[in-house]
């Protein structure tokens, strides 16, 4: 009898400890409908990729050809696609996409559906590859590959009509089967117009929503390269961001609806800023071209963009929940300009001293700034690691998070990423600095961090820095905190 009682006294006391330990013990949170692939995932890593923008246009000093320039232009004297790819994986470029065929339709791989390719030209006595060289050296240096096939193809005789597709697949299948492990393919917006069409020379205009299959396009080039992720305005991996100058929204959501996009007519403002409630996760890919031109043009030599507005796009891109998709033109040497490459350089090493010490890092912190009391320590969001993440323990949706510097540091940039393996879920945050004994100061305010966010503020000094949030009818969730002053070269 004595012993029946006292097992019930513990299993009193058990039970009433277990409910108050799962009262502090946060609850795990579900993760959202809409999340990335873990291919999405790894991409949006990679942060900063670039474009390769070089072909017959390199030689007319023109941007779009009309597909009637002759392959015997095509003569790049000291072609090295190693010094494309050195320069790139120096300037912190994880992929490159070479135009393999841009909307003049001249084939940088002797293809064996057309005459109009490096084949046909001086090139190597046209024995040549630019994509074989280029692949090869990207394979060599470990830098992803992707490829640009230009869907309009203002040389083809058959543009406009079936026959133009078949050829499309036929070039999508060599490019996909001939070169090994390709990382992304890249299918322009660009369509229809006036062009050479095999000598008809007049304009052509296809239904956008109809014209190619793109279904089956993307099928394809799955079926070809398993893990391939696929670009367009509309997904279905990795989305346009509505410009060609760099920048997503100052909101950004990864998630869109997917059916308010048609490949080359979806609203580039919704592109801009994408839809928390949307189907589809894509990723927002900012390109831009470090000239004025996606082409090489000496007459530019001189309006390269500088490294401080490369890092000023870094912070529109990348800082704000994007990936940067730098082109780099070559030039009709085949070598990228040393302007370029000098600038890619120093905007490296800009970013690279800036984000290099975290003063956040192995930090504490908590939901309080009372150190006797540091309740439901939040050391996943300064433990260095992106897969680990805190949320707030109680139901309440809003709730701060306070960092504990452990003396006062001067800082003017501070860095955000949410679990996105989660969703992203964060539509509201403000950052606050400790002023005097009790006063918070607020120092910079947002709407959405995704993958990541980036702040530029004043310069300030500051031992506790407050983060409150608030979240789309869910609760939000933190991976990581960042907090940097930044390199002298950047302001
Ligand atoms: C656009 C094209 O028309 C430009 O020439 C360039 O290739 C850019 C990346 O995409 O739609």
């Known amino acids: 009898m004595k012993s029946k009682s006292s097992f019930s006294l513990i299993l009193l006391a058990c039970t009433l400890a277990l409910s108050i330990a799962s009262k502090c013990l946060a609850q795990p949170i579900a993760p959202l409908p809409v999340v990335p692939s873990f291919e999405q995932q790894a991409y949006q890593q990679m942060e900063t990729v670039g474009f390769i923008h070089f072909s017959i246009n390199t030689f007319t000093g023109k941007e779009w050809g009309y597909g009637d320039e002759s392959p015997s232009l095509f003569n790049p004297t000291a072609l090295n696609a190693e010094q494309w790819v050195i320069a790139a994986k120096e300037g912190g470029l994880k992929e490159l996409i070479l135009t393999t065929k841009h909307h003049d339709g001249f084939c940088l791989w002797p293809s064996a559906y057309t005459e109009h390719s490096v084949k046909n030209s001086p090139y190597k006595n046209g024995k040549g590859d630019v994509v074989r060289e280029f692949v090869d050296a990207c394979h060599k240096h470990g830098v992803k590959v992707g490829f640009y096939l230009s869907p309009w193809d203002r040389n083809h005789a058959g ?234 323990p109680t139901d309440k949706q809003t709730e701060e998070l306070v960092l504990d510097l452990g003396a006062e540091y001067a800082f003017d940039r501070i860095m955000l990423q949410e679990p996105i393996f989660l969703g992203q879920r964060i539509n509201q945050f403000a950052l606050y600095i400790k002023d005097g004994d009790t006063l918070w100061k607020e120092i910079a305010s947002g709407t959405t961090i995704g993958y990541k966010r980036l702040l530029r503020i004043e310069q300030v000094k500051a031992q506790y820095i407050k983060i409150v949030f608030g979240a789309e009818d869910v609760k939000p969730a933190l991976s990581e905190v960042g907090v940097y002053l930044s390199d002298d070269a950047e302001k």
């Not at 530019?300 to 929940?321: F, H, I």
């Open 159 to 392: 543009y406009g009509k079936p026959a133009y597709i078949e050829y499309y697949k036929n070039q999508l299948t060599e490019l996909l089967t001939l070169y090994g492990k390709v990382d992304e393919m890249w299918f322009d917006g660009a369509n229809g117009g006036d062009g050479y069409y095999g000598g008809a020379r007049e304009s052509r205009t296809i239904d956008r929503e109809t014209y190619y299959p793109w279904t089956s396009i993307f099928t394809l080039a799955k079926k070809l390269q398993p893990g391939i992720l696929i670009f367009s305005d509309a997904g279905p991996d990795i989305r346009w961001v509505g410009n060609e100058h760099g920048y997503a929204g100052e909101t950004f959501w990864s998630t869109i609806d997917k059916s308010k996009l048609v490949i080359g007519a979806s609203d580039s403002d919704y592109l801009n800023v994408g839809d928390p409630h949307g189907n589809a996760w894509l990723i927002g890919q900012c390109d831009v071209s470090i000239r004025p031109g996606w082409f090489y043009h000496p007459e530019q030599d001189t309006m390269v963009k500088s490294p401080r507005q490369l890092v000023d796009l870094y912070y529109k891109s990348v800082g704000r929940n994007g990936v940067l998709l730098l082109n780099l033109p070559p030039d009709k040497r085949g070598l990228l300009h040393e302007a370029d490459v000098a600038s890619l350089k120093a905007f490296r090493s800009i970013i690279d001293s800036t984000f290099h010490t975290n003063l956040a890092l192995g930090k504490v912190a908590s939901i309080t700034t009372d150190k006797t009391n540091y309740r439901y320590a939040a050391r996943e969001v300064t433990d260095g690691k992106s897969t680990t993440s805190w949320y707030p």
